[in-house]
T-cell receptor
């Protein structure tokens, strides 16, 4: 399977714990995006990498959220001191080239904070 | 005001009906536009890109009106399998960055 891969598919954690998600984009894609989606809403932009550089981060993202993309390959999204409001689907997407290129999504990581 | 706005629906239509969705965007510098389809508890998947001259793919037709800053999607001869959420996506390129913003989605239910 050469699509976007996300792990884990599901994560249940207790409030206050740290969690980390991983995304492996399509290999030749230089751009990688993280989104968060809650029920009844569209995906909400979190952050964006071009190769290893994090070019933009949503103002909605608190300091508890951090993302990395070492060597411009896979990416990790960490949430520290999780809160119940962090419960959501976290989606990763990748693309390549110009602005006309479509996004390819992974299956997402469903986070439940108890 | 949200950057990309859609009527959340739901739109309940009988099989065979024609249904249209609209989407408005606020950033006049937006460069590319897409419609994505999302099934329940699944990831979004590209339905079609939207080109300035309008484009068609089978039963689906997309239109772009840059002057009024809206995008439309028309589905003809609706099938039960068209039931899903349709997401409008706008890409704005600024100083070499490419940001894709999604609308809230419009839910469609096609009834037998």
């Amino acid at each position: 399977d050469t699509g976007v891969s996300q792990n884990p598919r599901h994560k249940i954690t207790k409030r206050g714990q740290n969690v980390t998600f991983r995304c492996d984009p399509i290999s030749e894609h230089n751009r990688l995006y993280w989104y968060r989606q809650t029920l009844g809403q569209g995906p909400e932009f979190l952050t964006y990498f071009q190769n290893e550089a994090q070019l933009e981060k949503s103002r909605l993202l608190s300091d508890r959220f951090s993302a990395e993309r070492p060597k411009g390959s896979f990416s990790t999204l960490e949430i520290q001191r999780t809160e119940q409001g962090d419960s959501a689907m976290y989606l990763c997407a990748s693309s390549f080239g110009t602005s006309n290129e479509k996004l390819f999504f992974g299956s997402g990581t469903q986070l439940s904070v108890l | 005001r949200k950057e990309v706005e859609q009527d959340p629906g739901p739109f309940n239509v009988p099989e065979g009906a024609t249904v249209a969705f609209n989407c408005t965007y606020s950033n006049s510098a937006s460069q590319s536009f897409f419609w994505y389809r999302q099934d329940c508890r699944k990831e979004p998947k590209l339905l079609m890109s939207v080109y300035s001259s309008g484009n068609e793919d089978g039963r689906f037709t997309a239109q772009l009106n840059r002057a009024s800053q809206y995008i439309s999607l028309l589905i003809r001869d609706s099938k039960l399998s068209d039931s899903a959420t349709y997401l409008c996506v706008v890409n704005t390129a600024t100083s070499g960055t490419y940001k894709y913003i999604f609308g809230t989605g419009t839910r469609l239910k096609v009834l037998a």
